[in-house]
């Protein structure tokens, strides 16, 4: 005999209990079959072990009723013993119980051993069998029952692994991504001193920034956040800074780069993704910053008395409008001035009861350490920002610090 494959259905459980009974004697099968039909149960008959083990492999029961004895003149039950060995073998086997007209209280525990649930002896009583029954069908169920949800939680669990091992692929892809388009030198110019920094968040966002040489006396310094995270993020904003760069090469006003560059995010992506950003020229003979603001936080300028003022001068963000138009600011700058670009990573940054780090902080900061050097300004914001949130950081934080030298 080979053994046979057992398995159960996630569906519910059949309202008829179904019982396969094994005995060899026909007589009983019949007067079993008389019995349990009338108690509602589906009933199906096999006379021999062989018979057994086949059915058991090819359909489903709730419990087996099982005699021990099969060949005549034998009282041992080791067939029947021999079958449960068998039975053990299959996964998830249904509950059995034993009957035989020549019990022993020494076959009864071997029997018990190899899985038997129940006994009953022949000549059975009715009453007796169908307690026995209907108690080891019920707890079949309900073993069958928890192994279905203890399997549906281990699926669970495995795919949400799987999820998050595919989460953390793709966060590393994209944080590699944002590393490789982010200048790994700024470019200096005599007068001034530019700083950068750029603090990733666990959940990589869309933070960009960059430093153009266009000419001996003019830099390109822009910034900006896409909506979004992770790859979607990561995947624009080096389309971003592609157009940037393209762009840049044309020698354009910042008006008429960000015209051109918001009908190409316009053109190029999903309506609900959309960049907010900054773009500046620095002429660096005549210590004049012309801006536009497209949507994006408004850099502080602070001065080197402390006053300040912000760059708000520009238009929408790029990407919602086919078109759209942008107004031109300037900044006349001063020995000592300090401008501040940052993304909303640095304000939007919470303590652990929530409350955001916020603009008005930020300017406080910025107004008592206005004497530092960009480098030490920006690292000097970047810990304030880290001690108020405990080092959680939610979002990407970028920071461009740029010095007029005195």
């Known amino acids: 005999m080979t053994a046979a494959t057992f398995k159960i259905s996630p569906q519910r459980e059949p309202a008829q209990p179904r019982i396969l009974i094994a005995d060899d004697q026909q007589d009983v099968l019949d007067a079993l079959r008389l019995l349990l039909k009338g108690h509602g149960y589906s009933i199906e008959t096999v006379n021999s072990p062989a018979d057994l083990l086949a059915a058991v492999g090819r359909q489903e029961f709730d419990i087996l009723l099982i005699d021990l004895n099969y060949a005549r003149d034998t009282t041992s039950g080791r067939e029947g013993l021999d079958v449960l060995s068998r039975l053990r073998e299959i996964e998830d086997a249904p509950p059995v119980v034993a009957m035989t007209g020549w019990a022993t209280v020494g076959l009864a525990v071997e029997a018990m051993q190899f899985g038997v649930s129940d006994f009953v002896e022949k000549p059975w009583t009715n009453t007796r069998l169908l307690e026995i029954l209907s108690k080891q069908i019920g707890l079949g169920r309900e073993r069958r029952e928890s192994r279905r949800r203890a399997?549906?939680?281990?699926?669970?669990?495995?795919?949400?692994?799987?999820?998050?091992?595919?989460?953390?692929?793709?966060?590393?892809?994209?944080?590699?991504?944002?590393?490789?388009?982010?200048?790994?030198?700024?470019?200096?110019?005599?007068?001034?001193?530019?700083?950068?920094?750029?603090?990733?968040?666990?959940?990589?966002?869309?933070?960009?920034?960059?430093i153009l040489p266009l000419d001996e006396?003019?830099?390109g310094i822009c910034i900006a956040d896409v909506a979004g995270k992770g790859m979607p993020a990561a995947l624009l904003m080096s389309n971003l800074q592609a157009a940037v760069r393209g762009l840049s090469s044309l020698s354009l006003p910042p008006n008429l780069l960000c015209g051109r560059l918001n009908s190409i995010v316009h053109r190029n992506t999903d309506s609900d993704r959309f960049i907010t950003f900054f773009y500046a020229h620095l002429d660096g003979s005549a210590r004049l910053l012309a801006y536009v603001n497209a949507g994006h936080n408004a850099p502080f300028v602070v001065r080197a008395d402390g006053s300040h003022e912000r760059l708000r001068e520009g238009g929408a963000v790029l990407g919602v409008f086919g078109t759209a138009n942008y107004e031109l600011g300037s900044a006349q700058l001063s020995p000592g001035d300090r401008v501040i670009l940052f993304t909303d990573g640095v304000t939007e940054a919470c303590d652990p009861s929530?409350?955001?780090?916020?603009?008005?902080?930020?300017?406080r900061l910025l107004e008592d350490h206005r004497?530092?050097?960009?480098d030490e300004l920006q690292a000097k914001i970047l810990a304030v920002v880290a001690e108020f949130s405990g080092s959680r950081w939610q979002d990407d934080a970028t920071l461009v610090v740029l010095g007029v030298c005195e």
Request: glycine share 6%; charged share 35%; hydrophobic share 40%.
């Open 217 to 219: 006396k003019t830099l």
């Open 151 to 210: 399997e549906e939680e281990a699926r669970a669990r495995e795919e949400a692994l799987l999820h998050l091992q595919e989460q953390e692929r793709e966060i590393a892809e994209a944080k590699a991504i944002q590393e490789k388009l982010l200048p790994r030198e700024i470019p200096q110019m005599p007068g001034y001193e530019i700083a950068s920094a750029w603090q990733s968040a666990r959940l990589v966002g869309g933070d960009y920034f960059d």
């Open 354 to 363: 929530g409350e955001e780090f916020g603009e008005a902080r930020l300017l």
């Open 371 to 374: 004497k530092l050097s960009a």
